[in-house]
């Protein structure tokens, strides 16, 4: 079995859509309207490398979809989002909780998960795993979510994530950050990290994004909050998943070419 998984992941790896990596960011609400078999059913035609979930249920939902989904790998967090656990249970009433979880094709190493200081609801947290692609590629990944900080930016989240990856990651090269950030790519929280040399694939592709939204409400265009951010990659192309709603969010997905 073991040489078995050895073999796959090698044919994952040489055959990796021509040399690209397909990343989905994901608030799925703690699956009140959801199952993982439907989230899975959404997902599996995006043939996604790595996922980031926010407000995903814990208890073992996210390794269920990647079951479903054949994708072997994950780690989710124990920090629920404002504390909330119990009381949030998903539709089939087996799950619970509002958390962060990384689901991959490829091994994790390093997983952890980081308290996130500043203004807004808390606790918020980013969970975080250094990911081997390849030979060449190792990157280091953060699924977050948190509240927005445009009032106070330097007193945000978003600020003080950018004080942490300055100090603790600051050799590493390539670094995915994806999630729901609760605030437009123009906010000021995002160009704290915009200094950090991070890219946003919205902005790096100058996309319009005034009749657009990541939330549910037909009527929330130019709400645009959840994002992918990186740098030391490639970005290809990046998009809103529309179809079949699951979610008070829709996915969105950024494809880097290595």
Wanted: charged content about 20%.
């Amino acid at each position: 079995m073991k040489y078995i998984l050895i073999i796959a992941l090698y044919m994952v790896s040489i055959g990796l859509k021509g040399q690209q990596l397909k990343v989905i960011a994901y608030n799925v609400e703690f699956g009140r309207n959801t199952t993982p078999e439907a989230i899975s059913s959404l997902l599996r035609n995006e043939n996604p490398d790595i996922i980031c979930f926010n407000e995903v249920p814990a208890q073992g939902w996210t390794i269920k979809v990647g079951q479903l989904l054949g994708m072997l790998f994950s780690y989710e967090g124990k920090i629920a989002s404002a504390n909330h656990n119990e009381s949030y249970k998903d539709r089939t009433g087996k799950y619970y909780g509002k958390y962060k979880s990384i689901l991959s094709k490829f091994p994790l190493d390093n997983t952890h998960e980081v308290l996130l200081e500043g203004i807004g609801w808390s606790p918020a947290s980013a969970v975080i795993a250094t990911i081997r692609v390849n030979k060449k590629h190792v990157i280091q990944v953060f699924s977050l979510h948190i509240p927005t900080g445009a009032k106070e930016p330097d007193y945000s989240k978003a600020h003080h994530l950018a004080q942490i990856i300055r100090k603790d990651y600051s050799g590493v090269d390539r670094m995915i950050l994806a999630g729901d950030f609760n605030d437009l790519y123009e906010s000021q929280p995002l160009y704290i990290l915009y200094n950090e040399n991070f890219r946003n694939s919205w902005k790096t592709l100058q996309m319009d994004l005034s009749g657009s939204t990541t939330l549910s409400k037909s009527d929330a265009n130019g709400s645009v909050i959840d994002h992918i951010l990186y740098k030391g990659l490639k970005l290809k192309n990046a998009g809103i998943i529309e179809e079949k709603m699951q979610s008070d969010h829709k996915a969105v997905w950024s494809l880097f070419k290595l």
